[in-house]
């Protein structure tokens, strides 16, 4: 919030712009580990998931690596 509260705006998967243009992407280390699971099915979760985010929820991420 404190980069969209101060002139930015949100967008989709995470990623936001603050108040002069610079582009961010706000990754949790949940999102993270999920991503790196040596188990690709749980990773394809996680990404799925992501992609029907705006703002990265973490209990729904750790809700898809749960299966």
């Known amino acids: 919030n404190a980069i969209i509260d101060n002139g930015g705006e949100a967008s989709h998967c995470g990623w936001c712009k603050d108040k002069w243009g610079i582009h961010w992407q706000i990754t949790p280390i949940a999102l993270t580990q999920a991503f ?3 188990d690709r099915a749980i990773a394809k979760r996680a990404f799925e998931a992501m992609m029907t985010m705006g703002k990265i929820d973490i209990a729904a991420i750790e ?4 299966g």
């Open 36 to 38: 790196k699971n040596p």
């Open 63 to 66: 809700a898809a690596v749960r």
